[in-house]
């Protein structure tokens, strides 16, 4: 019975090509209606591409399994960190795919896609009330995509005013990894602070970095470490007196939500990732949105379009785009991410105030209770409270036992939880990244922190376990190294011998 059993599981998962048998079609079409298109050039045509011949169940059940290997938030925990991969109410998506609003071109006369214009204007009010900022762009299509605008909108404010020799944008080490790629793109030189004793940004450094050629700074907070900067109002205002502006990765926008708003600790322009923070799905790529929110001096270089309300004159109101007098220009072809905006819309709507501001108080309450729990169990590289995401270390669990944060990540597959991100923030040893969010329950957090706790038993009493897992999945340990230098991209038949 077990070799039965074990032959079922390898024809399951054998690959579509593996299942193909000549002779074999899955569908049937009708007889050709239209004139028959001549083929192309025979040089241009593969003669040796094989497709598969497989019966149409056949088809349907191979792709109903493969599905399944996939992970998501409807199937277990998602403690991914930095991502907040978030629940998505499904009925975000319904709203995003009415007629008015998914079966929509960007390019019709305004004039019939009102509804949807007035939906990007109240947008831009919404999240200039979270943040406190009172310029919105919508355009950017995804937090990096954001990122550089802001850069683009600074660099246009500083050669405005003459002062070309700005050149210097300061990033401390706790920052999104993706920020020095950004400021370098407009054109900047990157100089990076470090973090204290406490993970704020080091004082200090950054008194000595602040001259006359300083630009700007970018800064997360909450920073990658999970933590609030709580020297943020003295770290604002020593770049501000320097004559630069200050840059927020709004990335982590999740912890702070109704909490603070980032205009009134001195932020200049600040990104919000709707996808994250305001739970539109994300991840294999996209789709992404980045929005752009600008204090009253960085708003007339806001990234173009902008959706506007707009009074005739005669009592009649009508929604339309406008471009700010100084744009640093488009950063797409159109007005960004329609759909990704009208689910984050719809999103804020069904909150409303106390529930945006219940969705980073108990972001803030699950990833203290996880530290709280771990905190014997995993080393703590800053012993203090952390915001939406704790990040802990499998420091010492490597140098005892030998087991790295990668072979905890890997166990924590075997018992059905997806892995939190690891190896990042960079500056801390063998990482581990763990964001709840605000919707998981207590019993979820209390399986995965025993769960957690089981793991740094085994890595003390059977570290190969660790080392060969995950033990139960379609694919076991892979070699990474060999995946990266020596890549199989295409399937190639296995030979008969």
Sequence with gaps: MTNLMDRFELDRRKLLMERSVPGRIGVSLP????????????????????????????????????????????????????CTMKYNPKVNDEFASLPGLAQIHPLQPESTIQGALKLLWRLQALLSGITGLPGVSLAPMAGADGELAGMLMIRAYHLDRGDDQRKSVLIPDSAHGTNPASAAMAGFDVV???????????????????????????????????????????????????GGLVYGDGANLNAILGRVKLGSLGFDVVHSNLHKTFSTPHGGGGPGSGPVVAAERLAEYLPAPIAARIDDGDGHVRYGFDTPPKTVGKLGAFHGNFGSLARA????????????????????????????????????????????????????????????????????????????????????????????????????????????KAIATEAKDEPELLHDAPHNTPNTRLDEARAARRPELRWRRASSS
């Design 31 to 82: 007889p050709l209606d239209v004139p028959v298109a001549p083929m192309p050039d025979d040089s241009l045509l593969r003669h040796d591409l094989e497709m598969p011949e497989i019966s149409e169940s056949e088809l349907v059940r191979y792709f109903a399994q493969i599905s399944q290997f996939n992970f998501s938030i409807d199937h277990n925990f998602y403690p991914l960190g930095s």
């Design 192 to 242: 990076t602070l470090p973090s204290d004793s406490s993970g704020n940004t080091d004082l200090e450094a950054l008194k000595a970095a602040a001259d006359d050629n300083l630009a700007g700074l970018m800064i997360t907070l909450p920073s990658t470490l999970g933590l609030f900067d709580t020297n943020i109002l003295e770290v604002t205002r020593i770049v501000r007196e320097a």
């Design 345 to 452: 819309y719809a999103y804020i709507l069904a909150m409303g105030k106390e529930g945006v501001h219940q969705t980073s108080e108990d972001a803030v309450i699950n990833a203290n209770y996880i530290l709280s729990q771990l905190r014997d169990d995993y080393d703590l590289p800053y012993d203090r409270g952390c915001m939406h995401e704790v990040v802990l270390s499998a420091r010492t669990l490597k140098r005892r036992h030998g087991v790295s944060a990668l072979d905890v990540c890997k166990r924590l597959i075997d018992y059905g939880i997806h892995p939190p991100t690891m190896y990042f923030p960079l500056i801390i040893e063998e990482a581990l990244m763990i964001e709840p969010t605000e919707t998981e329950s207590k019993e979820t957090l209390d399986h995965f922190i025993a769960v957690m």
